[in-house]
Structure formats: structure tokens, C-alpha cells
């Protein structure tokens, strides 16, 4: 049987961080819309019933604890509140005005499913439609999951990652022949949090490569792209 997805309107001006939650709240199998401030999230609601919004505090015009209010007078749509303001003071009004939880940036990505899935599940709502996670490439298969990775030969052996090694190859199978910055790659394994000269990625690039590689000799698999980043070269499908 299978589940709608969940529908999450993401209210925040700022186009990359917009872009990064909508990417991957749209990789754990939500339906999202985009608006860039108040009078966009008056025109998506005019189409679509969210069943939870993501709302910026400091939008251009309406400020977000406007909206929340008149969002709040309105309807009970689940509302998680982001700010770059982290005062206390900022999130007790936030609340006040109606706000069901708050996140202050910068945040990891997995914080903000784990509160929106706990939004959800408050509300009743279906938290995403079933996603595949199962990646195939060269001779590999990848289990978002379960976070294995194995052989693709049947012969039942895994490779062996770190946690880490694993959150860094699953950014590259979910964006296959894509040159993506360190930047990037520290946005999609580790949040904005993280530093943005953390020169551990390529640490991770090197012990990745090197394992792929012994698994796969010749593959080839992880390119370097000068003054760009990194490519995964591999032709990348799901599977059940």
C-alpha cells in the first residue's frame, strides 16, 4: 500500500538554504514547495493545504512572527521556526505567537527531519511516502538504511566504512556525475554547522577512494575536478 507524502511548505528567503532543506527533505520522500516570503506563502496556500510549514523569522516584509500569528489565527498547521537569532528571548515570542517547535541556524539536516518527523507525528500525519534507497553502481550496492554497502557479485561480502566514509558516499550516489565543492559535500554530510575549511572531507575523499578502489581496481570512481571539487563518475541507479 502506498503512503501520500507528507507536504512541507518551506518559507526562507535566503535561495540556498531554501534549496539545500528542499533537496534534502525531497531526498527522505516529502513533497516540498518554496516560497520567498509572505506574499509567496499567501499565493502556495491559495493551492495547497502543507502539512507543516518551515517559516524563517527574518523575512523581507512580513516578518515571520506576523506570519506565524496569522497563520496561528487561522488554522493549526504544524510550524517549525528558524532564525539565525538563537536569544532566548526570540524563541519564547516565537512560541508565543504560536510557533510549535524552533531551530536556530546553523543547523544540521538531520536535526530538522528529526523535529519535522516529530511535528508529524503530533500531528497525525503521514511523516513521507516509502522511498527506495538502495543504490547500485559498478559493482556496488548501497543500503541508505541499513548503511551497508555491498558487493554486487552475490557473494555476500560488505564493504567496510566508518560512519563518516558512508555518510560521504551516500552524497555521491544521490548526485552522480555532478561536480559538487567541498562546500557542498560539508553541507550534505554534516549540516551547516560545520566549518567551511574543515579540510576532513579530504581526508575522507582519500580513504574513501582507496577503498573503492581495492573492492574495485581500476574503477576509478572518484575524480578530482581542479578549482571545482569532486565528481562520482559512475552511472548510478535504485533498486528494490
Do not use: H
Amino acid at each position: 500500500m502506498t503512503t501520500q507524502a507528507a507536504t512541507i511548505l518551506i518559507v526562507e528567503d535566503d535561495p540556498e538554504i531554501s534549496r539545500l532543506v528542499a533537496d534534502f527533505m525531497r531526498r527522505e520522500g516529502f513533497e516540498v514547495v518554496c516560497a520567498g516570503d509572505g506574499a509567496a506563502m499567501n499565493a502556495a496556500l491559495q493551492r495547497l493545504r502543507p502539512d507543516i510549514i518551515i517559516l524563517d523569522l527574518m523575512l523581507p516584509g512580513e516578518d515571520g512572527l506576523s506570519i506565524c500569528r496569522r497563520l496561528r489565527a487561522d488554522d493549526n498547521i504544524p510550524i517549525l521556526m528558524l532564525t539565525a537569532k538563537s536569544d532566548e528571548v526570540d524563541r519564547v515570542v516565537g512560541l508565543e505567537m504560536g510557533a510549535d517547535d524552533y531551530l536556530a541556524k546553523p543547523f544540521g539536516p538531520r536535526e530538522l527531519l528529526a523535529r519535522v518527523r516529530a511535528l508529524l507525528r503530533r500531528a497525525g500525519a503521514s511523516p513521507a511516502r516509502p522511498v527506495v534507497r538502495r543504490y547500485a553502481f559498478d559493482r556496488f550496492v548501497v543500503d541508505m538504511d541499513t548503511r551497508n554497502v555491498e558487493l554486487a557479485e552475490g557473494d555476500a561480502q560488505t564493504l567496510q566504512l566508518t560512519s563518516a566514509e558512508f555518510d560521504l558516499l551516500g552524497c555521491f550516489v544521490q548526485r552522480p556525475r555532478r561536480v559538487l565543492s567541498r562546500d557542498q559535500i560539508l553541507d550534505w554530510t554534516r549540516g551547516r554547522s560545520a566549518e567551511p575549511f574543515d579540510r576532513t572531507v579530504d581526508m575522507l575523499i582519500s580513504r574513501l577512494r582507496k577503498k573503492l578502489e581495492a573492492a574495485s581496481p581500476g574503477s576509478n570512481l572518484i575524480t578530482t575536478v581542479r578549482n571545482g571539487g569532486y565528481l562520482f563518475t559512475a552511472s548510478v541507479k535504485q533498486v528494490s
